[in-house]
C-alpha cells in the first residue's frame, strides 16, 4: 500500500459527483469523515435507482409483461456486474443479501449449522465486527458450537503463528476474519491467511465490507470459499449486499429462509428448490438496491483506483501526523498495514463528547466501540473517535479536523 508517484488523485474531480457533499451542517461545510460507518452516493447511484423506480419498476421473475421483462433484465444484468467486480466467471456465485450481516448469518445457518455439533468450533479473530460474532454465538447456542479466537497485538496486527496454529489443532468447520478493521483500519494478510487455512483443510469466510471501498478484491486470486460485503460501504444504495461463495458449496446448501421466488415447485407434502444463487433469495427482493449497487460499482471503476487508494493513504498519515502532535492524544491502532482509519483518544475528553464539538463544526465521525466491544475490551479502551476518509476527502478537511481536536482538547485540559 505504499505511495504512488504518479499524479495524485484530485478530490476536486469528484465531489460534485456527490451531492451531499455540498451542504452546510451546524453552518459550516459538511467536512464527512464518517466513511468506514456508511459511504456517500454519487449522483449515479441516486439517479439509476430514482429512473428505475419512475420508468422501469416491476417484480422479477414472475411476469411476461415488458416491465416485468425490463426490470429482471436489469436485476440479472447488475448480478453479471458484480461478479465480474470480484474476479468471478459464474454469476451464480454471487447471492444478493441485505448486507454483510445477513450474509454472515447465511453462511451460519446454511453451510456451518449442518456439519456443526458438540466439539466443533468456528475460527475468528478478536478484531471481529459484531456481525462476525454474534451470528456464531446464536449458532452455539442451538448446536453447541465453540468459537476459537486468534489474539491480535497491541498495535493491532493478528497473530499469524496462533492463526496457523488454530487451524490445525481445533480443525474448525470455518475460519472467518475481517479484511479490513472497521474500527483499527488494520489491513490483515488475508491470502496468507487463506492459504494457511487451505492448507489446513478448513474453508474460509472473508468479511470484505471494509476492503471492497478501498482496493480491487479478486476472488480468484484470494481464493476464499465465501466473501460478504455491504453495498451501502460500497457508495451503494443501504439494504443491498453480497454473498460470493464457490458453487460447489452454495450448490449443496439448503436454503436460509423459504418463500416465493426460490422454489421449482411446491406441494403441500414437498417443495423443491431453484439452484443457486435463486434458492437463498427468498421473496421479492431489493431490485433496486442490486440495480444501484451495480451502478456504483462502474462509477468506481471509472475512477483511477490505484491513485485514490494512495489520496487516501495521504489524507490518513496527514490526519495521523496532525493529531499525533496534540497533547493528551493517542493513535490507536498502528498495524503495519493500515487502511484510511484513524481512531483515536483524548486523555480528558470522551469520545462521544469529541464527536459532538465536531459536529458543531461540521465535521462528521464516529465515536464509540465501533460494534467490535470485545476488540475494545482487548485494548482496554471504553471507544475511540474515529475519522475514516474516502477518495472524495481533502487535505484541508483533515486540516480542519486536527484544528478543531487541538480546540477540544484546550477546552478539556
Not at 479473530?125 to 479466537?149: F, Y
Not at 466501540?369 to 474515529?386: D, I, Y
Not at 478537511?397 to 480546540?407: G, H, P, Q, S
Request: proline share 6%; net charge neutral.
Amino acid at each position: 500500500m505504499s505511495l504512488s508517484s504518479k499524479a495524485p488523485f484530485d478530490p476536486a474531480t469528484v465531489r460534485d459527483d456527490f451531492p451531499i457533499l455540498s451542504q452546510s451542517i451546524n453552518g459550516h461545510p459538511l467536512a464527512y469523515l464518517d466513511n468506514a460507518a456508511s459511504t456517500q452516493k454519487p449522483r449515479v447511484v441516486i439517479e439509476t435507482m430514482n429512473r428505475f423506480y419512475a420508468e422501469a419498476y416491476s417484480n422479477i421473475h414472475r411476469g411476461v409483461h415488458a416491465l416485468s421483462q425490463q426490470a429482471t433484465e436489469l436485476y440479472d444484468g447488475s448480478r453479471e456486474v458484480i461478479a465480474q467486480f470480484f474476479g468471478t466467471n459464474d454469476s451464480r456465485e454471487i447471492v444478493f443479501v441485505r448486507g454483510t450481516t445477513e450474509g454472515i448469518n447465511l453462511i451460519a445457518q446454511s453451510f456451518v449449522r449442518p456439519q456443526a455439533g458438540a466439539g466443533s468450533c468456528v475460527l475468528l479473530t478478536e478484531m471481529e465486527h459484531h456481525a462476525n460474532i454474534v451470528p456464531w454465538q446464536i449458532l452455539r447456542e442451538q448446536v453447541g458450537l465453540d468459537l476459537a479466537i486468534c489474539p491480535v497485538s497491541d498495535e493491532g496486527d493478528v497473530d499469524l503463528s496462533e492463526w496457523k496454529r488454530l487451524l490445525v489443532e481445533k480443525k474448525p468447520l470455518l475460519a472467518s476474519f475481517v479484511h479490513v478493521s472497521n474500527a483499527l483500519g488494520t489491513i490483515n494478510p488475508a491470502k496468507e491467511m487463506i492459504a494457511a487455512a487451505r492448507k489446513a483443510g478448513v474453508p474460509v469466510l472473508l468479511d470484505a465490507a471494509q476492503s471492497t471501498p478501498h482496493f480491487p478484491i479478486n476472488v480468484a486470486e484470494l481464493d476464499p470459499d465465501f466473501l460478504v460485503m455491504s453495498g451501502h460501504k460500497l457508495f451503494g444504495p443501504t439494504g443491498i449486499g453480497v454473498l460470493y461463495g464457490k458453487y460447489g458449496h452454495l450448490s449443496v446448501m439448503p436454503p436460509y429462509q423459504g418463500g416465493g421466488d426460490m422454489i421449482q415447485k411446491v406441494t403441500f407434502e414437498k417443495t423443491r428448490f431453484k439452484a443457486p444463487p435463486e434458492r437463498f433469495e427468498a421473496g421479492t427482493p431489493h431490485i433496486a438496491g442490486a440495480i444501484g449497487l451495480a451502478a456504483a460499482v462502474r462509477y468506481l471503476q471509472s475512477l483511477d483506483r490505484e491513485a485514490a487508494l494512495d489520496h487516501e493513504n495521504r489524507l490518513r498519515a496527514a490526519a495521523e501526523e496532525g493529531l499525533g502532535g496534540i497533547s493528551g492524544l493517542r493513535l490507536i491502532g498502528r498495524a503495519r498495514h493500515r487502511a484510511s482509519v484513524v481512531p483515536f483518544i483524548l486523555e480528558n475528553a470522551h469520545p462521544h463528547d469529541i464527536g459532538t464539538f465536531l459536529d458543531q463544526k461540521g465535521i462528521a465521525i464516529r465515536s464509540g466501540h465501533h460494534c467490535a466491544q470485545p476488540l475494545m475490551r482487548r485494548l482496554g479502551l471504553p471507544g475511540t473517535a474515529r475519522a475514516s476518509f474516502t477518495f472524495y476527502n481533502t487535505m484541508e478537511e483533515v486540516e480542519r479536523l486536527v484544528d478543531e481536536v487541538t480546540r477540544i482538547e484546550r477546552f478539556f485540559r
